[in-house]
């Protein structure tokens, strides 16, 4: 534990579970207090908080879904009510598409997924700049995806979320850096998380992911840790130079599609 956050306040959507917990603890165990905003899973966000609670920060968890602009102002508003301020913004909350091919797939979905990751990053980093441009350095960290770098079939309403909430990132960091605001992309591969088991399981009919660790860099799966650490390399006095920039988490590429029955 470093302690080099303290003093500064994270709000991470989907805070509740996999890579947004791992963040919200890594974030905490620099330093942050921590809002842990969930959308339906209100025992595993508790669970989240009192982790961070047992680091010694404090934290709230807050229910909120991120395409909703209302629902969004209610989450920042609770945020700085409580904590008198937010410093940190990691945009985290996604969901997944259901792999079909554009000709397949129902607006509603593509609608749903694009309002998600797109819409719900900027309702989000919309709210928070102004309490943001008053404290003495801002981050807004998006987390999207190495799926921007292929665009691979059968994942548009994903890829296309993905993309524009990239598009935000590099516009934004333009926009605040004369207030001292810092805004980076954080893009990992395959993680061992449960939208991760899912992903493998549809693809390529892995039932457990760690069975792909011997075709994967570093002789593992991508874990939600290793995303963390970027995010709070990305939020360190360390990163003080860095805004606009991109950092892909997959060990300098993963081959897994094609792996089959890799666990036999």
Known sequence: MSGELTGRVAIITGGGRGIGKAIALGLAADGADVVVNYRRDAEAAAETVAGIEALGRQAIAVAASIDDFDACTALVDAAVAHFGYVDILVN????????????????????????????????????????????????????????TISNGANGAPYNMGKAALEALALTLAKEERPNGIHVNIVAPGL???????RLARAVAGVQDMRALDTIMPFGRVCQPEDVADVVRFFCSERAGYLTGEKLNVWGGGQDWRNAGNAEH
């Open 191 to 197: 993680v061992e998380t449960d939208m991760g088991r």
């Open 92 to 147: 985290n909350g996604g969901i997944a598409s259901q792999g079909r091919a554009v000709a397949d797939t129902d607006p509603a979905e593509m609608a749903r997924v694009v309002h998600t990751h797109a819409f719900g990053a900027w309702n989000m980093s919309k709210l928070v700049l102004p309490t943001m441009r008053t404290r003495p350095r801002g981050d807004i960290v998006m987390i999207s995806s190495v799926a």
